[in-house]
């Protein structure tokens, strides 16, 4: 049973359209994480925050845009996407970012499988 | 060269069997090393860490060779569950003091009966 949580499951949406991710961690963790997984590519580090403050952003387009309100919710915004976003994007969290192995472990939500048309 | 390189398989093995996988990685500073499993259209699920002194856990085992800069996984006596994409990660400190996570594209696992 996975203490990450992701809403929704599955979204299509149009380029024009503008939708939301929700992702919510019950793991009393620190870190967030934002990944994208398309098909026979590596999972791709899109966002990281810790505390809620931002830390990395891997030259992700601005139509990506993430909101952490607080350590247990992560937010990804969806604006003017194209067909090429089309993908799973996975929520993730650790104990904190930085720290010894054990603290490194991220625990991943089940994605949401999005479609752009 | 990719930072995480896996050979994506995939690897068709009968019950039974012995395989092996391995995971390379650029940079010499990398700090952690993990094996995940992703199951078809699931999402990714930590399998072990890889230790410099090697771990073993069931019928898994995984290597870290620091100087030629891979990690290794080995499972035995395979079972059909264990058909899986199995990613390799590794962690390096960057700028901020914290961990930057970076994945491979996996290897693919199918055995068969």
């Known amino acids: 049973e996975t203490g990450v949580t992701q809403t929704p499951r599955h979204l299509v949406m149009g380029m024009t359209n503008k939708k939301s991710l929700k992702c919510e961690q019950h793991l009393g963790h620190n870190a967030m994480y934002w990944y994208k997984q398309s098909a026979k590519k590596p999972l791709e580090l899109m966002f990281v925050?810790?505390?809620?403050?931002?830390?990395e952003n891997n030259s992700v387009p601005s139509r990506f845009s993430p909101e952490c309100p607080n350590s247990s919710h992560l937010f990804l915004h969806l604006h003017t996407l194209q067909p090429e976003d089309s993908a799973l994007y996975l929520c993730?969290?650790?104990?904190?970012?930085?720290?010894?192995?054990?603290?490194?472990?991220?625990?991943f939500g089940p994605g949401t499988r999005l479609t752009v048309l | 060269r990719k930072e995480v390189e896996q050979d994506p398989g995939p690897f068709n093995v009968p019950e039974g069997a012995t395989v092996a996988f391995n995971c390379t990685y650029s940079n010499s500073a990398s700090q952690s090393f993990f094996w995940y499993r992703q199951d078809c259209r699931k999402e990714p699920k930590l399998l072990m860490s890889?230790?410099?002194s090697g771990n073993e856990d069931g019928r898994f085992t995984a290597q870290l060779n620091r100087a030629s800069q891979y990690i290794s996984l080995l499972i035995r006596d395979s079972k059909l569950s264990d058909s899986a994409t199995y990613l390799c990660v590794v962690t390096i400190e960057s700028r901020g003091g914290y961990q930057k996570v970076t994945f491979g594209t996996g290897t693919k696992l199918q055995v068969i009966p």
């Open positions: 925050y810790s505390l809620e403050e931002r830390v």
């Open positions: 890889v230790y410099s």
């Open positions: 993730a969290s650790s104990q904190d970012l930085a720290g010894g192995l054990l603290t490194d472990t991220q625990y």
